[in-house]
């Protein structure tokens, strides 16, 4: 049996306008799929859900595990004023990896919220898609932390970042 998140559980972490799916619905699961999320992930997605800003950039999954996450996001409409990748576009990527895995590793029993991210830019990129691969590197009671490397489509280095999420377990 799947825990369930109480109202209070909800309200205590969501803002009261966030959506809070009770069901999966079609169309919930379409858009899951359309992002590249495997069917075994949808249940606990359905409640967290992926993310506005996740979705407005382009994000697309291609390996989803608390050990590892790996997603594609288009330079094209995520670029600063400069025509190169905007690096808060690195670290919205970042984020959202290792967020999930942590996410992830945290289900059904409780949820990740971050604690602290950081970005090192190494290099451009103008075009193309940028892949993430957040790697564990330590997924605790309490704490997950994740190497996040963004790469081009050359496999070049473009960014590293680290995340820090604490994990909350539900309340019982």
């Given at each position: 049996?799947?825990?369930?998140?109480?109202?209070?559980?909800?309200?205590?972490?969501?803002?009261?306008?966030?959506?809070?799916?009770?069901e999966?619905?079609?169309?919930?699961?379409?858009?899951?799929?359309?992002?590249?999320?495997?069917?075994?992930?949808?249940?606990?997605l359905?409640?967290?859900?992926?993310?506005?800003?996740?979705?407005?950039?382009?994000?697309?999954?291609?390996?989803?595990?608390?050990?590892?996450?790996?997603?594609?996001?288009?330079?094209?409409?995520?670029?600063?004023?400069?025509?190169?990748?905007?690096?808060?576009?690195?670290?919205?990527?970042?984020?959202?990896?290792?967020?999930?895995?942590?996410?992830?590793h945290?289900?059904?029993?409780?949820?990740?919220?971050?604690?602290?991210?950081?970005?090192?830019?190494?290099?451009?990129?103008?075009?193309?898609?940028?892949?993430?691969?957040?790697?564990?590197?330590?997924?605790?009671?309490?704490?997950?932390?994740?190497?996040?490397?963004?790469?081009?489509?050359?496999?070049?280095?473009l960014?590293?970042?680290?995340?820090?999420?604490?994990?909350?377990?539900?309340?019982?």
């Open positions: 049996m799947t825990s369930e998140p109480s109202s209070s559980q909800r309200s205590s972490f969501f803002p009261p306008e966030a959506e809070y799916a009770e999966l619905t079609d169309e919930r699961r379409a858009f899951l799929e359309s992002a590249g999320v495997p069917p075994e992930h949808h249940e606990m359905k409640h967290w859900g992926l993310g506005p800003l996740g979705v407005k950039m382009g994000l697309r999954f291609e390996e989803i595990s608390p050990e590892r996450m790996v997603a594609t996001m288009p330079v094209d409409g995520n670029q600063q004023v400069a025509g190169i990748l905007h690096g808060g576009a690195h670290v919205v990527l970042a984020e959202t990896l290792g967020s999930m895995a942590a996410a992830l945290a289900w059904p029993h409780g949820y990740a919220v971050g604690v602290d991210i950081n970005a090192t830019h190494h290099r451009s990129a103008r075009s193309g898609l940028v892949r993430g691969t957040a790697t564990a590197v330590q997924l605790g009671r309490r704490l997950c932390s994740h190497e996040v490397v963004m790469t081009d489509e050359d496999g070049r280095r960014s590293t970042a680290r995340i820090t999420n604490m994990v909350i377990p539900f309340e019982r």
